[in-house]
């Protein structure tokens, strides 16, 4: 395992790419019960917010900020990635190296990170996160995927229901056009 240097920040806001080993499944969404409670259970002993989430089949991305004097996402990643893992039957192929270090195999080692800078990187990666499904062709429209946060936004006035859509989505000052 490779000593790869992690920017933390205490209280810090990260966007994430977390994927499964195997990028053919549809294990994400087929067990999605399984990846909410993971998250519920790892938000009640270790709190963070999720600001922007998508789950697709393979992968998902998402944001999240930690509490004051708090730095620790990758617990958390670990965490929820085992507690995902442990609901579902041993049946994943391993290989040497994952049975050698008592992995399952049902994720990929690593997870992708990225320290959210100001309030346009933080609305570049929400829109990134909700536009995803569309761009990986799960959805024609970001509305009609069910497994992202834009629904909540929708409901709190942060984007229009048909955002992602047909028709123009350019922000201008703050304000979406349509």
């Given at each position: 395992?490779?000593?790869?240097?992690?920017?933390?920040?205490?209280?810090?806001?990260?966007?994430?790419?977390?994927?499964?080993?195997?990028?053919?499944?549809?294990?994400?969404v087929?067990?999605?019960?399984?990846?909410?409670?993971?998250?519920?259970?790892?938000m009640?002993?270790?709190?963070?917010?999720?600001d922007?989430?998508?789950i697709?089949?393979?992968?998902?991305?998402?944001?999240?900020?930690?509490?004051?004097?708090?730095?620790?996402?990758?617990?958390?990643?670990?965490?929820?990635?085992?507690?995902?893992?442990?609901?579902?039957?041993?049946?994943?192929?391993?290989?040497?190296?994952?049975?050698?270090?008592?992995?399952?195999?049902?994720?990929?080692?690593?997870?992708?990170?990225?320290?959210?800078?100001d309030?346009?990187?933080?609305?570049?990666?929400?829109?990134?996160?909700?536009?995803?499904?569309?761009?990986?062709?799960?959805?024609?429209?970001?509305?009609?995927?069910?497994?992202?946060?834009f629904?909540?936004?929708?409901?709190?006035?942060?984007?229009?229901?048909?955002?992602?859509g047909?028709?123009?989505?350019?922000?201008?000052?703050?304000?979406?056009?349509?």
């Amino acid at each position: 395992m490779s000593n790869y240097p992690r920017f933390r920040i205490e209280a810090g806001c990260y966007f994430f790419t977390v994927v499964v080993a195997n990028r053919q499944s549809n294990l994400l969404v087929e067990n999605i019960q399984y990846l909410r409670q993971a998250f519920r259970e790892v938000m009640i002993a270790h709190p963070f917010n999720i600001d922007a989430i998508v789950i697709l089949p393979d992968h998902l991305h998402c944001i999240f900020t930690l509490p004051i004097n708090d730095d620790n996402y990758s617990m958390r990643w670990r965490q929820i990635k085992s507690a995902f893992s442990r609901k579902l039957p041993s049946i994943e192929p391993r290989s040497a190296s994952r049975i050698k270090h008592g992995e399952r195999g049902i994720w990929q080692r690593r997870f992708w990170e990225h320290v959210i800078r100001d309030e346009q990187d933080y609305c570049q990666h929400v829109d990134y996160i909700h536009y995803n499904p569309v761009k990986h062709g799960y959805a024609q429209q970001v509305r009609d995927w069910k497994y992202s946060s834009f629904h909540r936004a929708v409901s709190c006035g942060i984007y229009p229901y048909n955002w992602g859509g047909e028709g123009i989505n350019e922000k201008i000052n703050g304000e979406y056009l349509e």
